[in-house]
């Protein structure tokens, strides 16, 4: 049976509108802005091929320019989709210009056929060769497969869409959009087959950012932002580790916000959410990178100090100290201060249990010697 191009044609641009219907369905509506970008460009890419299948009939060069304006716009969402997901990607301000000089070039030489097709199609073939490269070498860690499978729908696509803006531009084979050339048609069919594939690709690229933010919950208080337990029992087991291999010190705190209780009962719970939140602020400001800090339980935190003995962790409580002083006083109107104990990994010690339970009898000798100050494990 022969293919007809307009029909081929026709049902991608329905699917389009129908998978761009879907996906906040299958989303719903609290999702990350990648999956916005990635609804925004199914939508443009269908109202695109919408535009130019009209165009053949009704205003052909206002509707062909909306399709061109659409198209380019709708990678343009899926790169900054790619950036949410993989992190900064590569030759951003080239991809903004060919976005905006395509349907520019386009609308000003529409009267030149083979100069609008040659124009359009070549800079929307560099267009997706642009964004076919921001799905390779992520920053953050990323599946490999989706991918894999979304640059080789966009190859796809920019190889057959320079094949079209060859034929127009140097021959006189393709007169038309509709024009049933061997190219043009198997250039449908790889876009029908693009669409489906590439569709897979970022459905399970989101699957993957909903399960990344399903862990990071799992692992992180909700209130503070800081690691939980569980986050803090992972992540210094392998800190010790580290620290293990390379024969690094590391100094472990108790810190226990001091008469917490009075602050719920005088000053209310939300302002002791408002205390253990700035708490938890000014020790992610005092520590380093590479440290590890987490609220293990009510006002109770953790830290791990790499690369730090005895004396960085009195410094590291000085600073705190000082800070919380100056701060708790302008913030919430009162003083706030803890009581912590410090304990240093010794040799043979490779249980964090261990390393943590010396330093929480260090922190309850601080409290039973009056609080507000630092006491070391022996």
């Known amino acids: 049976m022969p293919l007809d191009f307009f029909t081929l044609m026709t049902v991608m641009a329905a699917n389009l509108f129908m998978i761009s219907a879907a996906l906040p369905l299958i989303m719903g509506r609290d999702v990350s802005r990648a999956a916005r970008n990635v609804q925004a460009s199914l939508l443009l890419q269908a109202v695109g091929w919408s535009a130019i299948i009209a165009s053949s009939s009704l205003w052909d060069q206002a509707l062909s320019t909306v399709a061109m304006v659409c198209q380019a716009t709708a990678q ?3 790169y900054r989709a790619l950036e949410e997901w993989l992190g900064p990607r590569p030759l951003r301000r080239t991809l903004l210009v060919l976005v905006v000089a395509m349907p520019l070039g386009y609308t000003l030489g529409f009267d030149h056929y083979a100069w609008r097709v040659g124009w359009a199609n070549g800079l929307q073939a560099a267009i997706l060769c642009i964004v076919a490269r921001a799905t390779m070498h992520p920053v953050t860690p990323s599946d490999g497969r989706w991918r894999a499978l979304l640059l080789g729908c966009l190859l796809t696509s920019a190889c057959f869409t320079l094949a079209r803006g060859l034929l127009g531009a140097f021959t006189d084979q393709y007169p038309t959009f509709r024009t049933p050339h061997p190219v043009n048609l198997a250039a449908a069919v790889a876009t029908n087959v693009s669409l489906v594939l590439g569709t897979v690709a970022v459905l399970v690229a989101w699957r993957a950012e909903a399960e990344q933010k399903l862990h990071a919950l799992a692992m992180t208080d909700g209130l503070t932002g800081l690691l939980n337990r569980r986050g803090f029992d ?8 580290h620290a293990w291999r390379h024969r690094l010190p590391v100094t472990a705190l108790m810190l226990d916000l001091d008469h917490f209780k009075q602050i719920n009962d005088s000053h209310g719970h939300d302002m002791g ?3 253990l ?6 020790l992610t400001d005092t520590c380093r990178t590479g440290d590890i800090i987490a609220r293990l339980g009510g006002e109770e935190f953790g830290v791990l100090l790499l690369h730090n003995g005895t004396p960085a962790g009195s410094a590291f409580d000085k600073r705190l100290r000082q800070r919380l002083l100056d701060a708790s006083a302008a913030e919430l109107g009162f003083i706030l201060d803890y009581s912590a104990g410090m304990a240093q990994l010794r040799p043979g010690e490779s249980s964090l249990a261990a390393l943590m339970t010396r330093a929480d009898e260090a922190l309850y000798n601080a409290k039973t010697q009056g609080r507000g100050r ?3 494990a022996t």
């Open 76 to 78: 343009w969402a899926l």
């Open 234 to 241: 992972t992540q210094g087991e392998t800190l010790l580790s």
């Open 273 to 275: 959410d408002r205390a």
């Open 277 to 282: 939140q700035l708490f938890a602020r000014l």
């Open 374 to 376: 630092l006491i070391s």
